[in-house]
């Protein structure tokens, strides 16, 4: 695919982004940077990734890439080629019974082996923007296996009422991307503690 | 078409001249030794002085585009504070649409009726159908928590920051005998006297502010700086009476009822902000604050002055 489409429609989509959002990147106890990362952020539409991603300077974003929902994205071929080319997607799939958690981390693994960064939504699905739902436990295993990486924590303000669940019309509103101080996870702590204060690091940026 | 020849260039040249003078206090300022606070105050000053320079050359390029121009550029302004209002106010999924209407709809639908000039339907697109429609709109989405209050805030938004904000690019759609072609310049002398009225309130307060007018809804808009203020722009005002088809009277008057309806404009958006405990409406514009923060006094001044020249000189 040549390369002018897939800048154009990144800048086409950051452009909208900016139109309905404003895209606000609010960076507190973090600073931007090139690296391994894992941002993870709370879900409650479907701009979320796209928001974190138009949020980062302009350098970083191409070396960082949304983990998203093979179902959705692989769902028409516009949405395919937005994953895959644009976004730079990692897609996985997300139906737990048939997959096998190992073959799902792998290439995740290896994106951080390279030096790039991931944007997850540890929820694993859009929320009503209410409350966040507990963490699923990918976040934990890529801590465990990787160990050195930095887990930033992201609280995304206002996207469920840009483009709430059961909706395609989106309504503007300024939204902000809060970056928060990054967390690792610590010696022996267990699974359920870790993701719970991953949750709390999320939910604490929402003040 | 209608253009702002002779008279608006002198205008727009004045106030070119009065941003290098600007510029220039505000560097001399920096010179100079100052304690935290007046260092913190002369960094807002030379922000909000950055400002201006690029405010003025959107809205100056915006004009050199004619009349489409000019509506286009009003409608973007119309769009970035109606986001502002609608991002402090707490409406729920069920307004959703109803948003999506007000937002998508007929924002570009009135603004279309300014640069068509159909005055008609302009006048009352958004009082009478928008406001009928939008409430029945929500009312379909079966959500009857807060109604009221709820389907009040929406069309409060679309009031004040489609309908009130467009009555300025609709003075390009008056007829005004004798001064055809110049409208864009009324224009310009409107803007000018509201942000110039603003300015100066906040200069006189920053000078010689002593007395709060009401000190729980803002303790920077004082007594000093309302009359000093209000004087000051409508005697500027009065002074560029040869841009207007009015006689220097006559522009006493009407910039002395913008200024006044500006000050009006910009208690009443403080007293929102207050209420959702914010202190501006959006960071967009440096030192400045939001769009509404810099609009709040033309909301109010803009509908009041298009009707007394349309009643009275055309």
Redesign the interface.
């Known amino acids: 695919m040549s390369g002018w489409r897939v800048e154009c429609a990144a800048a086409l989509l950051v452009g909208v982004c900016r139109v309905l959002t ?1 895209v ?1 990147a609010l960076w507190r106890d973090v600073a931007p940077q090139a690296g391994p990362r894992v941002y993870f952020a709370n879900h409650a539409s479907h701009l979320d990734g796209l928001v974190i991603w138009a949020a980062l300077p302009g350098p970083l974003r191409q070396h960082t890439h949304p983990v998203a929902a093979r179902d959705y994205w692989d769902a028409s071929p516009l949405r395919h080629w937005l994953a895959g080319e644009v976004f730079g997607a990692l897609l996985i799939e997300r139906n737990g019974e048939t997959r096998d958690r190992q073959t799902v981390l792998e290439p995740l693994l290896a994106m951080l082996d390279a030096g790039e960064a991931l944007i997850l939504f540890p929820e694993g699905t859009r929320g ?1 923007g209410s409350a966040i739902q507990p963490f699923k436990s990918g976040l934990y295993h890529l801590a465990r296996q990787r160990p050195e990486v930095e887990l930033v924590p992201v609280y995304l303000e ?1 996207l469920n ?1 840009v483009l ?1 669940k059961g ?1 395609v ?6 939204c902000a991307a809060r970056f928060g101080a990054p967390l690792r996870l610590e010696d022996g702590e267990l699974r359920a503690d870790f993701l719970t204060r991953a949750r709390a690091a999320v939910e604490a940026l929402a003040q | 078409m209608s253009g702002f020849g002779f008279y608006g260039h002198w205008l727009l040249g004045g106030v070119l001249l009065v941003l290098v003078i600007a510029s220039l206090i505000g560097y001399r300022l920096t010179q100079r030794p100052l304690s935290e606070r007046g260092r913190a105050t002369v960094d807002n000053l030379n922000a909000r002085i950055r400002a201006w320079w690029a405010m003025c050359a959107v809205f100056a390029a915006a004009l050199a585009c004619g009349d489409l121009g000019t509506v286009l550029l009003f409608a973007l302004v119309s769009f970035l504070g109606l986001r502002e209002f609608i991002t402090l106010t707490p409406t729920r999924r069920g307004d959703h649409e109803t948003l999506f209407w007000s937002f998508f709809v007929f924002l570009p639908l009135h603004y279309w009726l300014v640069g068509t000039r159909w005055y008609g339907l302009f006048a009352i697109l958004i009082p009478v159908y928008a406001f009928l429609f939008l409430p029945l709109r929500s009312a379909l989405a079966g959500d009857t928590e807060h109604f009221l209050e709820r389907s009040a805030k929406i069309q409060w938004g679309l009031m004040i920051c489609v309908y009130a904000v467009s009555h300025a690019p609709a003075l390009l759609m008056l007829e005004i005998p004798g001064y055809s072609g110049q409208n864009a310049t009324l224009l310009i002398w409107l803007v000018l006297v509201v942000q110039l009225s603003d300015v100066l309130q906040y200069v006189f307060g920053k000078l010689c502010g002593r007395r709060a007018i009401v000190p729980r809804l803002s303790p920077n808009k004082t007594v000093e700086g309302f009359v000093g203020g209000v004087l000051s722009a409508a005697l500027i005002g009065t002074a560029l009476w040869w841009a207007t088809p009015f006689t220097p009277w006559q522009a006493f008057m009407l910039a002395l009822l913008v200024t006044l309806l500006g000050f009006a404009g910009g208690l009443v958006m403080s007293a929102i902000k207050r209420d959702r405990g914010v202190k501006d409406f959006g960071a967009m514009i440096e030192g400045h604050g939001g769009m509404l923060d810099r609009i709040d006094s033309l909301c109010f001044a803009a509908p009041v002055f298009f009707h007394a020249v349309r009643y009275w000189w055309t």
């Open positions: 404003g606000r009503d206002n009422r709430p909706t019309l989106p309504v503007p509103l300024l």
